[in-house]
């Protein structure tokens, strides 16, 4: 079992960034690619990210390159999503994901966060 924890969520205006963090104590954390999804009402959850175990690659949704950033740092067992240029289309539920394999837009990862929630108001 792994525990993610979330948070940096919050109301932004559109335009604006929020940095979002995720920590997972307590384990090998070097060991899991970690992900990041969303889900906005009435959507299924979407791929945003994701950042390969030594964070030395990374791989996003079109609808958020150029604009997001994953970085992680595996002594603070922690994977931050940077948003940048937020839109209201934007507004979602975000869960960090982590997999011992590798997590793209078809695979979630064997484990989810509660998630922390983003709204970009227009």
């Known amino acids: 079992q792994v525990d993610l924890v979330e948070s940096g969520g919050g109301l932004v205006q559109a335009g604006g960034s929020l940095r979002l963090s995720c920590v997972a104590p307590g384990r090998t954390f070097s060991r899991y690619c970690m992900g990041w999804f969303r889900q906005a009402p009435g959507k299924e959850r979407e791929f945003v990210g994701a950042i390969t175990w030594s964070g030395d690659t990374t791989y996003y949704a079109d609808s958020v390159k150029g604009r997001f950033t994953i970085s992680r740092d595996n002594v603070k067992e922690t994977v931050y999503l940077q948003m940048n240029s937020l839109k209201p289309e934007d507004t979602a539920v975000y869960y960090c994901?982590?997999?011992?394999?590798?997590?793209?837009?078809?695979?979630?990862?064997?484990?989810w966060g509660q998630g922390t929630q983003v709204t970009v108001s227009s």
């Open positions: 994901t982590a997999d011992e394999e590798l997590i793209s837009s078809s695979h979630g990862g064997d484990y």
